[in-house]
């Protein structure tokens, strides 16, 4: 038994550095990080410079962008982009202190200074934009609804939603969403996704409204749940930044652009998502030919179907 | 033991008892303990101080009391954690710019004081007035009487209902996972949330997931923390029982 | 100090119908809970202290449970672990609160009850089956009265405790004021005002409950018996 024990930890140790190692593969080779960092990225702000290390708040509960994994580590898509600026920045993936932000703490947290930036699932509002800046967009999610197979909503007008219990996360875009454009709508409101995934599989909600991203793999797994057509706010992800610290949204944008040209993106994703899902996403990330912009000057929630 | 538990756990619960241990635990139990010891401090001097009868002094001490001790618990740490960074901001006092953990600390460290404040003030004035006028007799000043004399004689009113805030710190700091500290119920949370939605397992590339198991999650948390207060809530009502022979 | 000079009341004023909306179901929340921990707790309480075979023991079970476990736990398990186990335990959101707030307000007033009900002395009540009455009606007229006024001072804080817990149904989807107000704060980052409206609601409204309480103590108090 012990013995059983022992190997196991060692082929799952083996295996860990393996996996980590061909991770890295992609990017491997710290110099290139360096001759990136050096030549092409405009200077580090100077207080991450001086610390020598990333200080990045990222979501914890929102597989795949950021979530505890088996490991009990923070992994997710949103942690690889922050781990890929520690490597642009200081040439290791691991010059970066992660911490765990939620929905709504995570713009309390950056104005506070626990962090130098967000990456955390941060949907651009422009009522967020009043109080933070936002980087050039790293991923463009779009809204979808989850409804029972059975559901009405499925052939219906995204205007039916009127008048239904519509499931989704506190403050989140939706939240918004729904208020403004579906009269008569009553919104089943929760901090967490899966306590809204839950209301929507035990009947409390008719629908849950959510990125995409985070649909799919529920619909994929439930055979009693499948996701509607209907596609609204396609808002982009931004990186959010303290208002005003040019120099941070000089280097983050810079890195997202570069990353974005090398089609570091792609690889991301694919590394966080199930190969039967990739598909989906491909419109969703950043590539070399693909243009991103923030919806600005406009008001998306309040742009109501008809 | 513990292991050969945990082995004969499914698959899927091992990182979750694992991450609900080794984090969540361990930061209930950090929150709990500095919360209580803060609670002790500032609730015994506030609640001796009460017995003094100067009007001011007084209404302040009980402004404190009744304030910490009427708001939900909940809304303290709101007031914490959303509020305060704005006013550091502008006062540049950094020192009240609190990250979660310690706006959960404070939190139940102001509501923990009033309700030790309180009970102080009635176990100081639970000792006869003989025991101050002999303490004065032998020189004590004011201090040195409640440090030596009265405290020491109260400490022993004062153990049932310490024991009984602990066990209200240790349920209490479940608060903490609304604004994202990760104790127990927030470690828990987190698990949940992952297994729902499939992710790819980076040691063996598996997916994973894809039913939240919050019902075990969350029934493995209840025993969890009935397994911590029951026997302090029996202490504590021995204690009580011991006090009233 | 910017943060407070910013301090927008207008806000406050535009949202004045969501805002009592929200204390509104507060209320209702809290009513129903104090009622149901009342009810709940006088009945368990003469149960534990009139020591009625199995279900005393079940009683203790249950307060157990409750007392030593968080109340939000208790919340999350009623509203997303009791359907899990049978479709018919399943209760919408509004429900969920006012059982969970009466199982745990329940749970406290037992063992207040139940201490009431003990320190009623026994000679009383053996007069009282000495006069003729029979132990439902010597329960009514003598342990009641008594032991419920004794059982006063010690529910009053419990039922304090289950109106400032209603706050914490901001976890699930209940329209309460915290609730409305944490919205507020998510969407609009207007924290302080709603920081300070939910202040000034919790401690009027607990304050004056502590005050009508006391008043009704005072009238209710057991003259001095030696």
Redesign the interface.
């Not at chain 1, 765990?100 to 703490?105: D, H, I, L």
């Not at chain 2, 949370?189 to 992952?194: E, F, G, L, M, P």
């Not at chain 2, 939605?197 to 590339?205: E, H, I, N, S």
């Given at each position: 038994m012990k013995k059983l024990v022992i190997a196991t930890v060692v082929a799952?140790f083996a295996?860990?550095v393996f996996?980590?190692l061909s991770?890295a593969a992609p990017w491997s080779g710290s110099a290139r990080a360096k001759a990136d960092a050096a030549n092409k990225l405009p200077a580090l702000p100077a207080e991450v410079r001086q610390r020598r290390r990333w200080k990045i708040g990222v979501k914890?509960?929102?597989?795949?962008f950021g979530?505890?994994?088996?490991?009990?580590k923070i992994?997710?898509y949103d942690v690889d982009v922050a781990r890929r600026f520690a490597e642009l920045a200081f040439g290791r993936r691991n010059r970066v202190s992660l911490t765990?932000?939620?929905?709504?703490?995570r713009?309390?947290?950056l104005?506070?200074?626990?962090v130098d930036i967000i990456i955390s699932t941060l949907t651009w509002t422009s009522?967020r934009e009043?109080?933070i800046d936002y980087s050039y967009p790293y991923y463009n999610a779009t809204g979808r609804l989850l409804v029972p197979n059975n559901s009405p909503l499925v052939s219906a007008r995204l205007t039916a939603l009127r008048g239904r219990r519509v499931?989704t996360t506190?403050?989140s875009i939706y939240?918004?969403y729904i208020g403004n454009c579906f009269a008569g709508a009553s919104?089943?409101?929760?901090?967490?996704?899966?306590?809204a995934?839950?209301?929507l599989r035990?009947?409390?909600a008719d629908a849950f409204m959510f990125d995409d991203t985070?649909l799919l793999?529920?619909a994929?797994?439930?055979s009693n749940l499948r996701m509607t057509n209907h596609k609204f706010l396609n808002v982009p992800y931004g990186i959010g930044i303290r208002k005003g610290e040019r120099a941070m949204k000089r280097w983050v944008d810079a890195a997202i652009l570069q990353m974005k040209r090398k089609d570091e993106f792609w690889r991301i994703l694919r590394?966080?998502?199930?190969r039967q899902f990739w598909r989906f996403f491909l419109n969703n990330v950043p590539r070399p030919r693909t243009r991103e912009a923030y919806p600005r000057g406009r008001v998306p929630e309040n742009e109501c179907p008809r | 033991m513990w292991d050969s538990l945990v082995s004969r756990l499914p698959d899927w619960a091992e990182?979750v008892v694992?991450?609900i241990i080794?984090?969540g635990l361990k930061n209930t139990l950090i929150i709990a303990a500095i919360s209580v010891v803060l609670s002790v401090l500032v609730g015994v001097v506030l609640g001796t101080l009460l017995t003094i009868k100067f009007l001011p002094l007084r209404g302040l001490i009980r402004l404190y009391i009744e304030v910490w001790r009427g708001l939900p618990i909940i809304v303290t740490i709101f007031l914490l954690?959303?509020a305060l960074?704005s006013v550091?901001?502008e006062t540049h006092l950094s020192f009240i710019?609190l990250?979660?953990m310690r706006a959960a600390i404070l939190g139940l460290a102001l509501w923990g004081s009033a309700q030790i404040a309180e009970a102080t003030r009635g176990a100081v004035q639970s000792i006869p007035r003989e025991q101050h006028e002999a303490a004065e007799a032998l020189g004590f000043g004011w201090v040195g009487r409640h440090v030596n004399v009265i405290l020491p004689q109260a400490s022993r009113r004062l153990l049932p209902p310490l024991v009984s805030l602990s066990v209200g710190v240790i349920q209490n700091s479940t608060l903490a996972s609304?604004?994202?500290v990760?104790e127990v119920l927030e470690?828990a949370?987190?698990?949940?949330?992952?297994l729902?939605?499939?992710?790819?397992?980076?040691?063996?590339?598996a997916?994973?997931?894809?039913?939240?198991h919050?019902l075990e999650i969350y029934l493995f948390v209840f025993v969890l923390f009935f397994l911590i207060s029951f026997p302090l809530t029996r202490l504590a009502a021995y204690l009580e029982r011991r006090l009233a022979q | 100090m910017d943060a407070l000079a910013a301090f927008d009341w207008q806000y406050i004023w535009d949202h004045k119908a969501v805002l009592w909306g929200g204390a509104k179901v507060t209320f209702e929340l809290a009513a129903i809970g104090i009622a149901g921990s009342f009810v709940l707790g006088l009945v368990l309480g003469a149960v534990r202290a009139y020591r009625i075979p199995v279900l005393s023991q079940l009683t203790a079970i249950y307060v157990e449970l409750i007392r030593n476990t968080p109340i939000l736990v208790q919340i999350f398990l009623i509203a997303?672990g009791l359907?899990k186990a049978a479709k018919a335990l399943?209760f919408?959101?509004f429900t969920v609160a006012c059982v969970s707030l009466i199982l745990w307000g329940g749970a406290f007033n037992t063992e207040n009850f139940r201490a009431g009900f003990e320190a009623v002395p026994v000679r009383y009540r053996e007069a009282a089956y000495a006069l003729g009455l029979g132990p439902i009606k010597t329960f009514l007229n003598v342990s009641l009265p008594i032991g419920g006024r004794i059982a006063l001072p010690s529910s009053i804080n419990t039922y304090i405790s289950v109106f400032k817990n209603t706050a914490l149904m901001v976890?699930?989807?209940v329209e309460e004021l915290t609730?409305v107000a944490?919205?507020s704060?998510?969407?609009?980052?207007r924290t302080w005002e709603m920081i300070w409206v939910l202040a000034v609601f919790y401690l009027t409204c607990v304050w004056t409950l502590s005050f009508l309480i006391r008043l009704l103590e005072r009238h209710l108090a057991l003259p001095e018996s030696t």
């Open positions: 799952v295996a860990v996996t980590a991770v914890c509960d929102f597989p795949p979530y505890i994994n088996r490991q009990n992994a997710g765990c932000v939620t929905t709504p703490s713009i309390p947290a104005q506070r200074g626990d009522a009043e109080v499931a506190r403050g939240d918004r919104k089943v409101l929760t901090d967490s996704p899966v306590a995934l839950e209301n035990s009947g409390r985070f793999g529920i994929a797994n439930d590394l966080n998502s199930p | 990182p694992d991450y080794h984090t954690y959303f960074p550091a901001d710019d990250d979660p609304i604004i994202g990760p470690t949370q987190r698990s949940a949330n992952r729902a939605v499939p992710t790819v397992d980076p040691a063996t590339l997916i994973e997931g894809g039913d939240s919050a | 997303y359907p399943q919408d959101f976890a699930i989807s609730n944490k919205q704060i998510d969407l609009d980052f």
